[in-house]
């Protein structure tokens, strides 16, 4: 009797390590090509037809790189914090290997909540407008408009960016909490800022004009 409780006790926990492994499934490897910290106008894909963006880089191993479709709005997101793994919105299916075709620097900068106190305005995709402001502090204060943008700015090490937390109510398809960063960038004027925020395989993209 005890043998055969042995024996069943042993095909037991068998069983369960055949289960767990099998949904020990591997995450999709993703590598960019790697450049020095700083800031710099990028481009990808086809030579003939190439995808243009921004890459920004910190000293720690940081990185952010966004890649636009035709209408400036962003297609695709690759970060990475300090040396740990590269990570893409909308997430990954497979191994990915990003070769950028041309890469120049453009200026860099440290972004201060303080310098970015003021109200603001996003367009939505529905085309509806969405105004809020920023605190000296780093909040984002929902404004009088029926989609309420609100969160929390704080410093990070890639240049140009600030680390953001946004939370949205009333605002069509954009997710209700999201994660990313804030971009500062002289090739986004007439806008302020990008706001570009990540929410599992949803991707943000906000550009902000002063009110």
Do not use: H
Not at 75 to 91: C, E, I, K, V
């Amino acid at each position: 009797m005890n043998r055969s409780l042995t024996i069943l006790a042993g095909a037991a926990a068998l069983l369960l390590s055949a289960c767990g492994s099998s949904n020990d499934v591997p995450a999709p490897d993703v590598k960019v090509t790697e450049l020095a910290a700083g800031a710099y106008a990028v481009s990808s894909g086809d030579a003939a037809n190439p995808t243009a963006g921004k890459y920004y880089a910190a000293a720690d191993g940081s990185r952010l790189l966004v890649l636009n479709n035709s209408g400036q709005q962003a297609s695709a997101l690759y970060r990475r914090d300090g040396n740990g793994s590269w990570q893409m919105t909308p997430t990954a299916t497979q191994n990915t290997t990003l070769d950028l075709l041309n890469s120049s620097a453009t200026p860099s900068t440290t972004v201060t909540v303080s310098a970015l106190a003021r109200s603001y305005s996003v367009r939505l995709s529905s085309g509806a407008a969405a105004a809020f402001s920023v605190s000296s502090s780093g909040d984002i204060v929902a404004g009088g408009t029926g989609c309420k943008l609100s969160g929390k700015l704080s410093a990070g090490t890639l240049p140009n960016t600030l680390k953001a937390s946004l939370s949205t109510s009333g605002c069509g398809d954009l997710p209700a909490q999201s994660d990313g960063y804030l971009v500062v960038d002289g090739d986004y004027a007439p806008a302020v800022f990008r706001l570009l925020t990540y929410s599992g395989s949803t991707l943000v993209d906000l550009w902000a004009y002063a009110e």
